[in-house]
């Protein structure tokens, strides 16, 4: 219940749904930040819901959905410092605290640092993503230090700029989790991958917009985040297959 209600939050009251819609339609904003938003809509539309509402079912099985809020609010907290945007550490330390809270109530919490089998495909996949995501990071932290306008990309008082830093780091911090083939490890992988072809579909749609990077670049960011989907079900589907097949039971006769 605590999972859900966070999620509800997160999709509403903090805007991430109508950001998410906007950053592909530029219904809500008049087309003004659409880019700047879907990295909102991004981080909390798909990212945090998703590791949230994953522990609704089966939550020893998915840790991974936990372990990819935690590294949301790492993400937010080091894009934060890089772009001397200090309120963000505020909104890192509420989600980390709430994921502390439901670490503290799961029913696996033992297995929380705990690592499975590597999934080296995916670790290739998100090694992939290392340096233009940093690249992009970077410069999206320096738009924020030096207050680059539009000035509106705002949600709950937050500027935009830093949250595209913070989804540049995210994506390739859950890749590399998923890699890590923990419990539920899927989780991560379609997160990071939905992220990347939403920034990209908002960048293809508006190439010129703040935040953007030109087509060239969305398209990379689309073509990354469906080859990772791919390689995910491949994987999990050669995982499946490698697992030991248990003899179906004797049938027992009637006395």
């Known amino acids: 219940m605590i999972a859900f209600l966070l999620a509800a939050a997160f999709v509403t009251i903090n805007f991430g749904w109508i950001d998410l ?13 659409p880019v700047l938003d879907v990295g909102w809509g991004a981080l909390f539309g798909i990212v945090v819901p998703i590791g949230l509402l994953s522990q609704l079912r089966h939550p020893e099985r998915r840790i991974a959905g936990l372990q990819q809020c935690a ?23 509420g989600l980390a605290g709430a994921v502390a809270i439901l670490v503290a109530l799961h029913p696996a919490r033992r297995t ?12 290739l996949v998100a090694c992939a993503a ?21 000035a509106d990309a705002v949600s709950n008082g937050l500027h935009h700029w830093t949250v595209l830093a913070a989804l540049a780091l995210t994506v390739p911090l859950l890749a590399g989790l998923a ?5 539920g490890w899927r989780i991560p992988s379609w997160s990071a991958a939905l992220a990347s072809v939403g920034w990209g579909v908002s960048c293809l749609r508006y190439p010129d917009a703040a935040g953007a990077e030109g087509r060239v670049w969305a398209l990379a960011a689309v073509i990354w985040g469906m080859a990772a989907l791919v390689v ?16 179906a039971p004797a049938p027992v006769s009637a006395v």
């Open 21 to 33: 819609i906007d950053g592909f339609t530029g219904f809500v904003d008049q087309q003004r930040n």
């Open 71 to 93: 590294l949301v609010a790492v993400a937010l907290a080091a894009a934060g410092i890089a772009g001397e945007a200090w309120r963000y550490l505020l909104l890192a330390g």
């Open 112 to 123: 929380f640092l705990r690592r499975g089998r590597v999934v080296w495909p995916l670790l």
């Open 130 to 150: 290392v340096v233009p995501c940093l690249v992009y990071a970077s410069r999206m932290a320096s738009a924020q230090r030096r207050h680059l306008p539009p």
């Open 179 to 183: 890699a890590l083939g923990t419990a």
């Open 232 to 247: 995910t079900e491949l994987e999990a589907r050669r995982i499946r297959r490698s697992l030991p097949t248990l003899p």
